[in-house]
Every structure is written in structure tokens, then in C-alpha cells.
T-cell receptor
């Protein structure tokens, strides 16, 4: 089953914060986050693995709550360069391959000056 | 380091025509994938390969074929193109088969079937 992302779209002013959620009806082992600019390929942001960890770099971080089967991506003090569509991809197990990854429908983030 | 390279970038096909999308990677990855992305939607897996000579179907394989004769190349063949195959196609690769590994995407191929 495809994970559900919320919100579907969000518009912010530069410097504001955003949270994007990714929820699954299945137990999860890993959650991938990617950002895609219009007309370009998805670019890897981070992977979170089972264990409820939190990751981050710069002003983008994410958490993974395996009990709730959901992950959240946090963007703080957003910059214009953060604009794009954010996708989560979820996998129920470690093995079985990345081909088991199922992607959400995406969250469109627009940052205005 | 080129990563994952796809050609062509843009193509218009007539209904019933066939074509091959080329994909090559120079990272010596065993795992390769083809996804399609319809407007406003997420990525759907078409086919994948776990190594040269081994391929398998993904979520939406109908109307497509693949082959993997070398580690580097993973072409996607569209037979008898239909308007429903109008989409953006992404080739991708990963070093191993576990879901904790990064997937590296190519730049995409925009295909329109008219």
C-alpha cells in the first residue's frame, strides 16, 4: 500500500518552518525522503531505519516512529532552495530489496520571498 | 562520475510505435530500477534487476519489457505505445538490495504518446 503524505501542498514565506508527514498502514523498516525540483530527478535527502531514530543535516531533519508507522520531515527556517516536491518511500523489511520501496504521492512545498 | 544516465530526455511517439529508453550507470551497482511518474503522482516501479541476466516485474509492468545483459545497462522497451504510457520515466540504481541503501536516480525521460 502506498504511504499517505500530508499535507499535499504547503506555501511558506522564507524563514518559516514546515512539517511533512508520511504515514503507512503497514509496519515499516525504513523510510526514505527525497526532494524533486520541477523537471528534475528526485534527490536523496535521508534514510531512517527501524529503531525510532531521528536524523538531520543543516536545517532539514526527520523522525521515524515505528509504532505509529509514520515519519515526519522537518524543515526549519526554510530557504528558497527548499522549494520542490518531497516524497517519502517506505519499505516493510530490510531485505527483499529496495524494489520493495513504495513511494507516497508527494508534498509540494513552495517557499516565497 | 556520471552516475545514472538516461536517453533520450524527450520523445514523442505515435500510438502503436515502439521504442527503447536507454539507461546506463557507472557506479558498478547490482540493483537497477525503472519507475514511471505520472503528473502529480509518486513513483511507480515498472521493472527491476538484481544483477546481469536477472530481471523481475514491479508494480506496473504491463506494456513494457526489460533486459540486463551487463551490469551497466538496463534498457526499457515500450511495445505498441498507448496514450496511457505518457509519463516521465526514471531509471535508478542502488549498490545493494537492502532497503537501507540510497537509490540514485537518472535525470528522467519525458515520453508523450499521441
Amino acid at each position: 500500500q502506498q504511504p499517505v503524505q500530508s499535507p499535499q501542498a504547503v506555501i511558506l514565506r522564507e524563514g518559516e518552518d514546515a512539517v511533512i508527514n508520511c504515514s503507512s498502514s503497514k509496519a515499516l523498516y525504513s523510510v526514505h525522503w527525497y526532494r524533486q525540483k520541477h523537471g528534475e530527478a528526485p534527490v536523496f535527502l535521508m534514510i531512517l531505519l527501524k529503531g525510532g531514530e531521528q536524523k538531520g543535516h543543516d536545517k532539514i531533519s526527520a523522525s521515524f516512529n515505528e509504532k505509529k508507522q509514520q515519519s515526519s520531515l522537518y524543515l526549519t527556517a526554510s530557504q528558497l532552495s527548499y522549494s520542490g516536491t518531497y516524497f517519502c518511500g517506505t519499505a516493510p523489511t530490510l531485505w527483499g530489496g529496495a524494489q520493495k520501496l513504495v513511494f507516497g504521492q508527494g508534498t509540494r512545498l513552495t517557499i516565497n520571498p | 562520475n556520471a552516475g545514472v544516465t538516461q536517453t533520450p530526455k524527450f520523445r514523442i511517439l505515435k500510438i502503436g510505435q515502439s521504442m527503447t529508453l536507454q539507461c546506463t550507470q557507472d557506479m558498478n551497482h547490482n540493483y537497477m530500477y525503472w519507475y514511471r511518474q505520472d503528473p502529480g503522482m509518486g513513483l511507480k516501479l515498472i521493472y527491476y534487476s538484481v544483477g546481469a541476466g536477472i530481471t523481475d516485474k514491479g508494480e506496473v509492468p504491463n506494456g513494457y519489457n526489460v533486459s540486463r545483459s551487463t551490469t551497466e545497462d538496463f534498457p526499457l522497451r515500450l511495445e505498441l505505445a498507448a496514450p496511457s504510457q505518457t509519463s516521465v520515466y526514471f531509471c535508478a540504481s542502488s549498490p545493494t538490495g537492502d532497503s537501507g541503501n540510497t537509490i540514485y536516480f537518472g535525470e528522467g525521460s519525458w515520453l508523450t504518446v499521441v
